[in-house]
């Protein structure tokens, strides 16, 4: 197996996710936290995310679909979202999940399906993105490769 | 009545409860206080939360977050006033001036805006020794 390679693998695909504005400041306070003492925080941090989100993300699809447009109720998921999405540094979802918000001001139903319909796009593309990122860490072997290299 | 010896062992000695709905940003805001040296106990509820804090001298210092489903922060804030001595920090990812100015006026001691940096967190146990030091005259009739 090229450690080698996949390192430098999984190195560019996560300056992929920075430099496409994925990820922000945010994603290198969780890897700042990673340690000998927690060598998976980062992982686990965003498994959960991606968990809890999912079913969130469930409620807002049954709000919408019931077309009762309790825009409050949206709200208060979609700021829950966003309070998640900004605690893992996951940027585009987070600028989405605020448009929505704004949808829901404006009580726009159709922007918000509209918005939401790309949320789903985006949530979905990240998980994809750092599921290969960490299946690529955890190939590449050893504690070291989990840190953060040079930004 | 203040406990000054909290000092000689800052921050190690300061008992921190955290209330989040959000179990990402709990995990993650845990994860920074104990980094820093803090003790650190997990709260998912604003009721539970304040049933821990009923039962007394288990905390130095309550960080919440605003929006949550049983019992909001600013509720928590309210009752924590009325019932017990203690500091009260806010978190939230609503930055709404209308909210921080609300918080601060209600008593929190900060009001911190989502995603909260480990720096930020570092300095809330100088808000523990400030409190302490403004309270203990109130209580040393």
């Known amino acids: ?151 | 009545m203040a406990n000054l010896t909290i000092e000689d062992n800052f921050p190690a000695g300061i008992r921190v409860l955290v209330i989040d709905d959000d179990r990402t940003s709990l995990h993650v805001v845990c994860m920074m206080l104990e980094s820093c040296g803090y003790k650190v106990t997990k709260c998912t509820s604003g009721k539970e939360g304040l049933e821990m804090l009923r039962q007394e001298g288990q905390f130095d210092i309550v960080l919440t977050d605003v929006h949550m489903p049983d019992m909001d922060g600013f509720q928590l804030l309210e009752h924590v006033g009325l019932e017990m001595d203690l500091p009260v920090v806010m978190l939230s990812v609503d930055s709404s001036h209308e909210n921080v100015v609300k918080g601060l006026k209600h008593g929190a001691c900060d009001y911190l805006i989502k995603p909260v940096q480990r720096e930020e967190l570092e300095k809330i146990g100088e808000h523990v020794i400030t409190w302490r030091r403004a309270n203990a005259g109130i209580f040393d009739d």
Do not use: W
Request: with cysteine; net charge neutral.
């Open chain 1, 1 to 151: 197996m090229d450690y080698v390679n996949l390192r430098r693998q999984a190195a560019s695909l996560r300056k992929s996710l920075f430099d496409q504005g994925y990820l922000d400041e945010q994603f290198y306070q969780l890897e700042d936290l990673q340690d000998d003492a927690s060598p998976n925080f980062v992982e686990e941090v965003v498994t959960l995310f991606f968990r809890d989100s999912a079913r969130l993300m469930a409620n807002i699809d049954q709000a919408l679909d019931k077309c009762v447009k309790d825009f409050n109720k949206l709200d208060v998921y979609m700021q829950q979202l966003k309070g998640s999405c900004t605690s893992i540094g996951a940027s585009r979802l987070k600028t989405e999940c605020t448009f929505f918000r704004e949808c829901c001001r404006d009580e726009n139903i159709e922007g918000c399906m509209r918005s939401f319909q790309k949320i789903k796009r985006e949530h979905s593309v990240l998980r994809q993105k750092l599921e290969s990122y960490f299946q690529l860490l955890r190939q590449a072997g050893p504690i070291e490769c989990a840190t953060r290299p040079s930004k």
